[in-house]
């Protein structure tokens, strides 16, 4: 250019070189202003899906509560939600350098999702053993009713418009749904539905409440058929104890009691030994139900109906060597101490109860029937 100098040549490409340097800082400070911008933006959307897996895990920890069979596995859930939470909590810069150094957020998920799916495996583990417990207490109740069911067969009454008859249906029919119910649950245990189990173990205690009541109804009502004094209680093992439930009584082995009382029936002997120099006399014991209706007078108190005595059941005896006849010594030292080894002269047998027999005396576990 005419008349430029050498310093205006100079000064003319010192600017052209910081304008380049501008141009560059520029394009550097807006290339990294969006690549920090893209970060944060993938951090803060992180950060999002980390929250909302963070209160689904907070809702199971607190839906879980008693539900699990390993408590620990609710202990480490709980740990890491505190962990997420931390995380979550934490400065947006503080997040962004953790997310670019380390896994961050993602090994934060990776724990809830591990931690998450400990408890629901442990929720289904605790469902499976609460169905197989109450499928084995609804057996008992089945079991109980089925045996009520068998021993009431033509034993009905006409009481109104066929009352017993009603009754009986209602515990034919509770065990048919036991049966079914059984089998859905039985079904539920070979997989790992949660709700599935769950609803199975409730239909069971359902069923098992349902044929429990129904089975009492049943008792009740064959009771009032059956027994005709109120200190009578019909049941269904009266007469026909399995023989492996029943004990010779040492000293006088052609009777026998139920096992569970022999050890404190031979205790109070050996006390009566020792005071009088001899055994108890036991003149009846056990009796099945065919000896119990032969000895049965619906004309005499004396003895109770088939089905009504706790001589059926083997757990009274009939004494004799003195203790027959009240008042006498013998009698007077059972009263003072049969007590302490479990056995009691009942109210009925009092001389003034309702059938005063002072050789009758039975077991606590006994109820107050004759």
Same mark, same amino acid.
């Given at each position: 250019?005419?008349?430029?100098?050498?310093?205006?040549?100079?000064?003319? =490409?010192?600017?052209?070189?910081?304008?380049?340097?501008?141009?560059?800082?520029?394009?550097?400070?807006?290339?990294?202003?969006?690549?920090?911008?893209?970060?944060? *933006?993938?951090?803060?959307?992180?950060?999002?899906?980390?929250?909302?897996?963070?209160?689904?895990?907070?809702?199971?920890?607190?839906?879980?509560?008693?539900?699990?069979?390993?408590?620990?596995?609710?202990?480490?859930?709980?740990?890491?939600?505190?962990?997420?939470?931390?995380?979550?909590?934490?400065?947006?810069?503080?997040?962004?350098?953790?997310?670019?150094?380390?896994?961050?957020?993602?090994?934060?998920?990776?724990?809830?999702?591990?931690?998450?799916?400990?408890?629901?495996?442990?929720?289904?583990?605790?469902?499976?053993?609460?169905?197989?417990?109450?499928?084995?207490?609804?057996?008992?109740? =089945?079991?109980?009713?089925?045996?009520?069911?068998?021993?009431?067969?033509?034993?009905?009454?006409?009481?109104?418009?066929?009352?017993?008859?009603?009754?009986?249906?209602?515990?034919?029919?509770?065990?048919?749904?036991?049966?079914?119910?059984?089998?859905?649950?039985?079904?539920?245990?070979?997989?790992?539905?949660?709700?599935?189990?769950? =609803?199975?173990?409730?239909?069971?205690?359902?069923?098992?409440?349902?044929?429990?009541?129904?089975?009492?109804?049943?008792?009740?009502?064959?009771?009032?058929?059956?027994?005709?004094?109120?200190?009578?209680? *019909?049941?269904?093992?009266?007469?026909?104890?399995?023989?492996?439930?029943?004990?010779?009584?040492?000293?006088?082995?052609?009777?026998?009691?139920?096992?569970?009382?022999?050890?404190?029936?031979?205790?109070?002997?050996?006390?009566?030994?020792?005071?009088?120099?001899?055994?108890?006399?036991?003149?009846?014991?056990?009796?099945?139900?065919?000896?119990?209706?032969?000895?049965?007078?619906?004309?005499?108190?004396?003895?109770?109906?088939?089905?009504?005595?706790?001589?059926?059941?083997?757990?009274?005896?009939?004494?004799?060597?003195?203790?027959?006849?009240?008042?006498?010594?013998?009698?007077? *030292?059972? =009263?003072?101490?049969?007590?302490?080894?479990?056995?009691?002269?009942?109210?009925?047998?009092?001389?003034?109860?309702?059938?005063?027999?002072? *050789?009758?005396?039975?077991?606590?576990?006994?109820?107050?029937?004759?």
């Amino acid at each position: 250019m005419v008349g430029e100098t050498a310093r205006d040549r100079r000064e003319a =490409k010192s600017r052209r070189r910081r304008g380049i340097r501008v141009f560059v800082v520029t394009t550097l400070v807006v290339a990294l202003a969006m690549a920090c911008g893209g970060v944060a *933006w993938y951090v803060v959307s992180d950060a999002e899906e980390l929250a909302g897996q963070t209160a689904s895990a907070r809702e199971l920890l607190v839906s879980s509560a008693g539900k699990v069979a390993e408590p620990a596995t609710r202990t480490d859930l709980s740990a890491r939600i505190e962990e997420a939470d931390a995380l979550l909590g934490g400065p947006v810069l503080t997040r962004l350098t953790t997310q670019l150094t380390t896994t961050g957020t993602a090994d934060a998920r990776a724990s809830l999702v591990t931690a998450s799916d400990a408890v629901r495996a442990s929720m289904v583990d605790q469902a499976r053993a609460e169905v197989t417990a109450a499928r084995r207490t609804l057996a008992d109740a =089945k079991s109980r009713g089925e045996k009520v069911y068998e021993a009431t067969q033509g034993e009905g009454f006409d009481q109104g418009e066929g009352e017993y008859e009603v009754v009986q249906a209602g515990l034919q029919a509770a065990l048919e749904a036991v049966t079914t119910a059984d089998a859905a649950a039985s079904s539920s245990l070979g997989g790992a539905d949660l709700a599935e189990l769950e =609803k199975a173990a409730l239909d069971l205690s359902r069923n098992r409440s349902v044929v429990t009541m129904a089975t009492q109804a049943m008792v009740a009502a064959q009771d009032a058929a059956t027994c005709p004094e109120p200190d009578h209680v *019909w049941d269904p093992d009266s007469g026909v104890v399995p023989s492996s439930d029943l004990s010779p009584i040492p000293w006088s082995p052609t009777n026998f009691v139920r096992t569970d009382v022999l050890d404190g029936l031979i205790a109070l002997d050996a006390a009566y030994s020792k005071a009088f120099g001899k055994h108890l006399t036991i003149n009846s014991s056990y009796r099945t139900l065919a000896e119990q209706a032969a000895l049965y007078d619906p004309s005499s108190p004396i003895a109770a109906p088939p089905g009504c005595s706790n001589h059926g059941l083997g757990l009274a005896v009939d004494i004799g060597g003195g203790v027959q006849t009240f008042g006498t010594p013998q009698y007077n *030292w059972l =009263k003072a101490n049969a007590g302490s080894y479990g056995w009691v002269h009942p109210a009925f047998a009092e001389p003034d109860g309702r059938v005063p027999e002072p *050789w009758h005396w039975q077991s606590v576990l006994a109820r107050e029937t004759s």
